[in-house]
């Protein structure tokens, strides 16, 4: 069981940077692919970014390539998404997610994850 708790969420304004953070409470990620989705009032949940394990190869979403970057660091089983250029449809709850996958694999289907936060707001006013 892998347990994900998210921080680093809150409102900020358009143009300025986040960096929210995911703590993994397991005794190593090392085997896990990892990502983060969002999800807007409204709307379904979506995929943003991920990074697989081994290459630490990424992937992105393009409404936050350029702007967005998803990092780990398996000593600390953390996870993290920098997020830069800040826009109001940025606006959302960011969950984290873990699933194990094969080496150099980012994954970008929410069904492909089998572990998940609770998620963190993020709110971009204009």
């Known amino acids: 069981q892998v347990h994900l708790v998210e921080s680093g969420g809150g409102l900020v304004q358009a143009g300025g940077s986040l960096k929210l953070s995911c703590a993994a409470s397991i005794r190593t990620i090392n085997s896990y692919s990892l990502g983060w989705f969002r999800q807007a009032p409204g709307k379904e949940r979506e995929f943003v970014s991920s990074?697989?394990?081994?290459?630490?190869?990424?992937i992105d979403a393009d409404s936050v390539k350029g702007r967005f970057t998803i990092s780990r660091d398996n000593a600390k089983n953390m996870i993290y998404l920098q997020m830069n250029s800040l826009k109001p449809e940025d606006t959302a709850i960011y969950y984290c997610?873990?699933?194990?996958?094969?080496?150099?694999?980012?994954?970008?289907?929410?069904?492909?994850?089998?572990?998940w936060g609770q998620g963190t707001q993020v709110t971009v006013s204009s």
């Open positions: 997610g873990a699933a194990r996958a094969p080496f150099g694999s980012p994954l970008t289907t929410e069904g492909s994850y089998s572990y």
């Open positions: 990074i697989a394990w081994g290459d630490d190869s990424t």
